[in-house]
C-alpha cells in the first residue's frame, strides 16, 4: 500500500528555522503527522509552540527568512522544495486555508461574489457568468441568507461570523482535499462559533475533506476534532484520539493545559446555587448609564445600536456585560468611556454628568478611567517602547509630573502585571501575545484609576496565557479597589471574573443580576441559547449535545 497516498497530508520529521538578524531560531523540530480524508486532525499548544508553522508548511506559506527540512505531501504532492507554480495549482485546488481574521483574507473593496467567482475561474474552465453562479451557490452552501443579494456586498457590509463564511467558501469553491483552518472561531462569539462548526463539520463529512484545525480551544477541539496532536515548543508532545488526549492526558503539558480552561458551571434540576453577594444599591456608583440610546446615521438609514439601557457598575466591583456580536455590549461600553455619545439618557462618572462635562473637567472624568482594548498590537504603538506606550497616560494627564517620576511610575506599573523592568525598552512587537496584553493593562493602570474598562481583553489569548491575565487583573483589583467593567463573549471567563453580569441582545439589557445566578439559572430564551453554545472541552458532553440538538431540531 502508498501510505503517502492514504493520507491527505502526511508530514514526516518536519523542522522549520527562521534565520533572524541574531542568528537561526528553530520553530518546528522534528514533527511527523497525519491527516486522513474525511477525518479533522486538532493542532494544540500555547503560542510560540510552532502550530501555525507547521499549517503553514502544510500549505507551502512559509516566509522568505524559513528554512524546512523533511517532507510535506499533499495527496501525493511534495511541498518542502517544490516550486511557486506548482504550490499555486495546489493551493485553493487540492488544499485550501481559513484564517483566523477573514478581513484579511477579503478585499475590502471587492464586492464578495466576484472574489469568490475569482477563486473559481483560477482552477476551472468556466465563463464569468458560470463563476458567478457558482459564487451564489457557494454563498448559498455556506448559509448566508439571500444569497443572490449578498454577492454584491462588500466585505465590511457582513458582520464577522458572515465574513468567516465567504472565507469558508473561498476556501470550498473547488472541493479540496484538504482545509487547513488557523484559528477560524477565535474572533467569534460563541453562537455564531458553534455555527461555523456545525458548517465545517458537515462539509467535512459531505466531501470527505480532511481538515487540520489549528487552535488553543479545547472546547472546539473536544467538538470537531477526531484526532488531537499537542506541542510544545516546536514538538508534538502528545497525541491520540480525542478522548484519549482530552479526558485522559498523559503528558504534563497537556495536563496543565486542560487544567486552565475556564468551564461554564450550569446548574442542574434541583440544584440548589448560592446568591453572589450583591453590594447595597446605596453606594454611588462609579459609571451609570440611565436609559442610554444610541443611533448611527441619520434619517431612514440610521440603526439603533442602543436602545433604553440602563446599568451601573459600584466600586470595586466587576460588571460583566455578554452577548453576541451587534448586542451592543461594546457600544455599550464606549459611551460609559465618553467615546460614543448618546442619542438620549444620560451617562454619570465618577459622580459627574460626562454628557455635559467640557474642557478641563471631562478630562479629569477621563483620567479616572484605564482601558484594555482586545487587541494590543492595534493598541499599542510599534514605534514606540514599551516604556513610551505605558507612560503615554502620565504626558496626557500629567503634564507637569517631572521625567524621573514618570520612568517610576511605569516602572511600578509594569511590576504590577508581573512584568520585568528590562522589557522597557523593547519594542511591543518583540513581546508575546500574553506579555502585550500585560503592557496594555500597565498602560491602563498607570494612572492609578477608579474604573477598568476592559473589551474582551482576552478571547485572542492562549487559556494559561488568558488565565494569567485575569489572575493578575483580578489581584490588582483586590490591591487597588477600581471598578471593572468586562466586555466579552466568554461566557466560562465572565462567571469566573465577575460578581455581576448583565446580559445584551439587540441594543438591548436582556437580563441582568448576579453572575452565578443568572448563568446557573438564566430567565430568559436567548441567555439559555448562550450558554447551550459554549463548547466544553469533553468529546463525550460535546457529542451528546450534538446529538441533542438533532432531535430537538427533527422533533
Do not use: W
Not at 222 to 251: I, K, N, Q, Y
Not at 297 to 311: I, M
Amino acid at each position: 500500500m502508498n501510505t503517502l497516498r492514504t493520507n491527505i497530508l502526511r508530514i514526516e520529521d518536519l523542522g522549520v528555522t527562521f534565520a533572524t538578524e541574531s542568528g537561526d531560531v528553530p520553530a518546528v523540530r522534528g514533527v511527523s503527522l497525519h491527516v486522513r480524508p474525511g477525518e479533522t486532525l486538532a493542532l494544540v499548544g500555547e503560542s510560540g509552540s510552532g502550530k501555525s508553522t507547521v499549517a503553514l508548511a502544510a500549505m507551502g506559506l512559509l516566509p522568505g527568512n524559513a528554512r524546512a527540512s523533511g517532507r510535506v505531501t499533499v495527496d501525493g504532492t511534495e511541498i518542502v522544495g517544490a516550486g511557486e507554480a506548482e504550490l499555486a495549482r495546489l493551493r485553493g485546488r487540492t488544499a485550501s486555508m481559513v484564517f483566523q481574521e477573514p478581513a484579511t483574507a477579503l478585499d475590502p473593496l471587492t464586492r464578495i461574489g466576484r472574489q469568490i467567482a475569482e477563486v473559481v475561474r483560477n482552477h476551472r474552465p468556466v465563463s464569468r457568468a458560470e463563476a458567478a453562479r457558482a459564487a451564489v451557490d457557494l454563498l448559498r452552501r455556506v448559509g448566508i441568507p439571500d444569497p443572490e443579494r449578498r454577492a454584491s456586498a462588500f466585505p465590511f457590509q457582513l458582520s464577522g461570523g458572515q465574513r468567516q463564511r465567504v472565507v469558508i467558501a473561498m476556501a470550498i469553491a473547488n472541493s479540496p482535499g484538504l482545509l487547513v483552518a488557523d484559528e477560524p472561531t477565535t474572533a467569534l462569539d460563541v453562537t455564531v462559533q458553534a455555527e461555523i462548526l456545525d458548517l465545517l463539520r458537515g462539509l467535512a463529512a459531505d466531501s470527505d475533506t480532511g481538515v487540520l484545525l489549528v487552535t488553543h480551544n479545547m472546547g472546539v477541539v473536544a467538538d470537531f476534532a477526531d484526532r488531537v496532536a499537542v506541542m510544545l515548543r516546536g514538538e508534538v508532545v502528545e497525541t491520540g484520539s480525542v478522548e484519549e488526549v482530552l479526558l485522559r492526558p498523559t503528558h504534563e503539558y497537556t495536563q496543565r493545559l486542560l487544567a486552565a480552561v475556564p468551564r461554564l458551571r450550569v446548574s442542574g434540576a434541583g440544584t440548589p446555587v448560592a446568591e453572589s453577594a450583591e453590594q447595597a444599591p446605596a453606594v454611588p456608583a462609579v459609571v451609570e448609564l440611565r436609559d442610554v440610546s444610541v443611533d448611527f446615521g441619520r434619517g431612514r438609514g440610521a440603526v439603533r445600536a442602543l436602545d433604553g439601557v440602563s446599568l451601573a457598575v459600584r466600586p470595586g466591583e466587576t460588571v460583566g456585560l455578554v452577548g453576541e456580536s451587534g448586542s451592543g455590549k461594546s457600544t455599550a461600553a464606549r459611551v460609559a468611556l465618553g467615546l460614543v455619545a448618546p442619542s438620549a439618557g444620560s451617562v454619570s462618572l465618577f459622580g459627574g454628568d460626562l454628557g455635559r462635562a467640557r474642557g478641563r473637567a471631562r478630562r479629569a472624568l477621563l483620567a479616572g478611567v484605564g482601558v484594555v482594548l482586545q487587541d494590543p498590537v492595534a493598541s499599542l504603538d510599534a514605534r514606540m517602547s514599551v516604556a513610551e506606550c505605558v507612560a503615554e497616560p502620565l504626558r496626557t494627564h500629567r503634564r507637569g509630573m517631572p521625567a524621573a517620576e514618570r520612568r517610576e511610575r511605569v516602572a511600578e506599573a509594569l511590576e504590577l502585571v508581573r512584568l520585568s523592568r528590562e522589557l522597557a525598552g523593547r519594542g511591543p512587537r518583540e513581546l508575546s501575545g500574553g506579555q502585550r496584553q500585560r503592557v496594555s493593562l500597565a498602560r491602563a493602570l498607570v494612572l492609578r484609576p477608579r474604573l477598568l474598562v476592559a473589551d474582551e481583553p482576552t478571547s485572542a489569548l492562549d487559556v494559561s496565557v488568558q488565565r494569567t491575565v485575569l489572575e493578575v487583573i483580578a489581584e490588582l483589583q483586590r490591591e487597588l479597589g477600581f471598578a471593572c467593567l468586562f466586555v466579552s463573549h466568554d461566557l466560562a471567563v465572565v462567571q469566573e471574573f465577575a460578581r455581576r453580569v448583565v446580559v445584551m441582545r439587540a441594543g438591548r439589557v436582556e437580563e441582568e443580576g448576579p453572575t452565578l445566578t443568572t448563568l446557573s439559572r438564566p430567565e430568559t430564551e436567548y441567555t439559555r441559547r448562550l450558554i447551550a453554545a459554549v463548547p466544553v472541552p469533553d468529546p463525550v458532553v460535546q457529542r451528546g449535545r450534538r446529538a441533542a440538538g438533532r432531535t430537538g431540531a427533527t422533533a
